[in-house]
């Protein structure tokens, strides 16, 4: 009995010790439940933190890429981009994914977005090798804010404001001339604003209708407008100086005969440039074409005939005022300055505000707002447009005298040395300053120097020197002024030596002068045109607006087909 109760009870035990074995694995089972249970919670929570972060992140990338497109619109309204804002956006950028996936994300605070910010993209590896593009310029450069010149424009302001106060001094005098003077001085005054004030606006409005004129027949008939214009300029000139020397009176035939002068001369310059006039019409024609584009491209050409207008009218009141002050001479020299200083200004405004919209046009395929353009113009670049107006026209006399001294180069050692001076003066001041600099002062804001050395070394990289070299466009324009002015000599001569010819020859100057400038402000947009077509060629000549007209002249001019009359340079004997 005792070895039987002493088994039983050892199984007893055994049975104890498996119970008790049991419910320890059973708890140790229950603890790891609990601990995967709580490791699962954690992890439920770090994915749930993690969707969180990684939705803030969205967020803020959402906000941040939301304030970007925020400035490229504020950026976009001044260059004026008609441009879609998802064009913009980068494919793989959240604002494109989130708006095409027509999902809707809360903006975040600015707490979170500047907590959150888009991780940088890992740099590309070393082993891949990159292709170096070349350097474009970024639309931020043809959006430059800063004003060009400033010196310039300075001095310009300060001229302005001396010459307003001028004008309205001199007209005070010349009222209290007609209000306190003795009679023979009342009736000199009066004599004056009769016969002279009526012609000189008579002019005015006479040059302006003209301009417009020859514009548009431009525009619509470049390859017969080029002919007429040259010869019409040597017949009106021609006509003008026989006029005036019917007249039979000593300043009469002074001026006659510096008319028949330049119409001898613009006669041997239409027969010189005859081989060139089919290229010159056929560059007019494929410049012009954008035009049409925009409508409104010729406005600013409206607002400064109509402010050049106004100012003459008041400088002519200045100049009979001029009359009753110290020495007249002088102050009516003075004035004359301003006024050819202002007026080509304007027209520089005018060739500005066509060139920016031109370029962004080429370079950018945009299609600009005119006003915009024009009122950058007005601002920024002013000072660049006021410096250009005190050299570009020296710069183009300096050159008619080099082709001239070229003419005249031979065995006489002193024109020979004359010749040579003369040009290595011009191959400076072309590399310096030039008329083309007005493309990159409109696009870029560079500054008048800067513009013309960029611009010049566009061309000599193109080896498109002979071809801007041997351009007539500035040529055309100028002798449509020419035109203008005999046309208005003409009709004012004839009126004033029927009505008073003692004055014959004073109007009949003025007259011209103001006819040549107010048709030259008109003549800025085809001379901004082929300026702008030459220049965007020069920067990219692979761009699909130009066609081959310039290869195809280069082309010729490397083989020896075609012959074109370049700016004098240096001889090579002195070169080397």
């Not at 548009?216 to 300029?233: G, H, S």
């Not at 050819?340 to 520089?348: G, I, K």
């Not at 402000?521 to 000549?541: D, G, T």
């Not at 066609?547 to 195809?552: H, L, P, S």
């Amino acid at each position: 009995m005792g070895v039987a109760e002493h088994v039983v009870e050892g199984d007893r035990e055994e049975e104890r010790r498996e119970e008790k074995h049991n419910d320890e694995r059973k708890e140790e089972e229950e603890e790891e439940e609990e601990e995967e249970e709580e490791e699962e919670e954690e992890e439920d929570d770090l994915e749930r933190e993690g969707e969180k972060e990684e939705l803030d992140l969205e967020r803020g990338q959402v906000r941040a890429a939301a304030e970007e497109n925020a400035s490229e619109r504020i950026d976009d309204q001044r260059v004026h981009f008609h441009t879609p804002m998802l064009q913009r956006l980068n494919p793989t950028n959240p604002l494109r994914i989130v708006i095409n996936g027509g999902t809707r994300v809360a903006t975040p605070s600015p707490s979170q977005s500047s907590r959150f910010q888009p991780p940088p993209p890992p740099p590309p590896p070393r082993s891949q090798p990159r292709s170096t593009p070349t350097p474009q310029p970024s639309v931020t450069t043809l959006n430059s804010r800063r004003f060009t010149n400033k010196i310039s424009l300075f001095l310009f302001m300060v001229h302005m404001v001396v010459a307003v106060a001028l004008v309205c001094f001199l007209i005070f005098k010349g009222i209290q001339g007609l209000i306190e003077a003795s009679n023979p001085e009342k009736e000199t005054e009066k004599r004056v604003l009769k016969f002279f004030l009526p012609q000189v606006e008579v002019a005015s409005l006479l040059s302006i209708t003209l301009a417009f004129a020859w514009q548009k027949a431009l525009r619509e008939w470049p390859q017969i407008m080029v002919y007429f214009i040259i010869w019409c300029t040597f017949f009106m000139s021609l006509s003008a100086g026989i006029l005036l020397i019917c007249f039979q009176k000593p300043a009469t035939d002074g001026v006659g005969v510096c008319f028949i002068a330049f119409a001898i001369g613009n006669g041997l310059y239409a027969c010189w440039v005859s081989h060139r006039i089919d290229f010159c019409f056929k560059v007019l024609l494929k410049s012009l074409q954008p035009v049409s584009k925009f409508p409104d491209l010729n406005q600013p050409a409206y607002w400064m005939l109509g402010s050049g207008f106004l100012w003459m009218s008041l400088w002519i009141l200045a100049v009979v005022g001029a009359l009753n002050f110290y020495y007249p001479p002088l102050v009516i020299i003075a004035l004359f300055l301003n006024l050819a200083w202002t007026t080509e200004v304007m027209r520089n405004v005018v060739n500005i505000t066509v060139s920016r919209v031109l370029a962004l046009y080429y370079l950018r395929g945009m299609q600009s707002n005119t006003q915009f353009c024009f009122q950058r113009a007005l601002t920024r670049n002013l000072g660049s447009a006021c410096l250009g107006s005190l050299f570009v026209p020296s710069i183009e006399a300096l050159r008619i005298v080099a082709r001239g001294l070229n003419l005249l180069e031979g065995e006489d050692e002193f024109m020979f040395s004359c010749a040579h001076c003369c040009l290595r003066v011009m191959q400076s001041i072309f590399r310096y300053g030039n008329g083309w600099a007005y493309v990159q002062i409109a696009a870029y804001s560079k500054g008048f120097v800067k513009a013309s050395q960029d611009t010049w070394a566009l061309f000599e990289r193109e080896e498109m020197v002979p071809i801007v070299d041997s351009d007539m466009t500035s040529a055309i324009c100028f002798l449509t002024g020419v035109c203008s002015g005999s046309i208005c000599v003409i009709v004012v001569a004839a009126w004033t030596a029927r009505v008073h010819q003692p004055f014959t020859a004073t109007i009949s100057l003025l007259s011209f002068i103001v006819g040549y400038l107010m048709t030259r402000i008109a003549m800025a947009l085809p001379h901004a045109c082929v300026s702008c077509y030459y220049v965007c060629y020069a920067e990219n000549p692979d761009n699909r607006l130009f066609d081959k007209t310039i290869k195809d002249r280069l082309e010729l001019i490397k083989s020896g087909r075609d012959a074109a009359v370049a700016t004098p340079r240096v001889p090579r004997r002195f070169t080397r």
